[in-house]
């Protein structure tokens, strides 16, 4: 498709966001890893002192849950102005908030890692369901996975060494 201009938006990120459109291109939500709005750019109920960076480069990322369609996970990661730059996750429900979604209490912040540079992504797994949260430590070669189930993200990552030290 082509993509189509958010007028209204509120987001006013240094670099990385992120935005959810359901399977007729209709936006639901977007993010800059410090805020999320819903469709109407209203933030969200426990939506606004989220801990991802306004200049990291990859500051927000969501994923549809694997088993609840309703239920989204916002990954962020700290830019270079954050003490830790840690990896944490969000989970946004849209059957909240009249069907403009909500974060869910008690899932708001939750640590991953510490350490990790301004970069995340995914990658769907083998299965065709889960996917794979890949991030790089800093001042080391070590990519960490971490798998997203249907029964939430795994704790422990895969690590592989390879490719440039990040500082």
């Given at each position: 498709?082509i993509?189509v201009p958010?007028?209204?938006g509120?987001?006013?990120?240094?670099?990385?966001?992120s935005a959810?459109?359901?399977?007729n291109?209709?936006l639901?939500?977007?993010s800059?890893?410090v805020?999320?709005w819903n469709r109407?750019?209203?933030?969200?109920?426990?939506?606004?002192g989220?801990?991802g960076?306004?200049s990291?480069t990859?500051?927000?990322?969501?994923?549809?849950h694997p088993d609840?369609?309703?239920?989204?996970?916002l990954?962020?990661?700290?830019?270079h102005?954050s003490a830790t730059?840690?990896?944490?996750?969000?989970?946004v429900?849209m059957?909240?908030?009249?069907?403009?979604g909500?974060v869910?209490?008690?899932?708001?912040?939750?640590l991953?890692a510490?350490?990790?540079a301004?970069k995340i992504?995914a990658i769907?797994h083998?299965?065709?369901t889960?996917?794979?949260?890949v991030t790089h430590y800093?001042s080391?070669t070590?990519f960490a996975?971490?798998?997203?189930?249907?029964?939430?993200?795994?704790?422990l990552?895969?690590?592989?060494?390879?490719g440039s030290?990040?500082?």
């Amino acid at each position: 498709g082509i993509p189509v201009p958010i007028s209204g938006g509120q987001q006013n990120a240094f670099e990385g966001c992120s935005a959810y459109s359901d399977h007729n291109r209709n936006l639901l939500f977007y993010s800059d890893g410090v805020t999320v709005w819903n469709r109407n750019h209203v933030p969200m109920v426990n939506g606004t002192g989220l801990l991802g960076g306004l200049s990291s480069t990859t500051s927000a990322l969501i994923i549809r849950h694997p088993d609840n369609c309703d239920q989204y996970f916002l990954f962020k990661v700290g830019d270079h102005l954050s003490a830790t730059r840690s990896l944490r996750y969000t989970i946004v429900d849209m059957s909240l908030g009249g069907g403009l979604g909500g974060v869910v209490s008690g899932s708001r912040n939750v640590l991953i890692a510490n350490g990790c540079a301004e970069k995340i992504t995914a990658i769907r797994h083998g299965n065709g369901t889960d996917f794979w949260i890949v991030t790089h430590y800093l001042s080391s070669t070590s990519f960490a996975a971490y798998l997203l189930t249907s029964s939430g993200l795994l704790p422990l990552p895969v690590l592989s060494s390879s490719g440039s030290f990040t500082a």
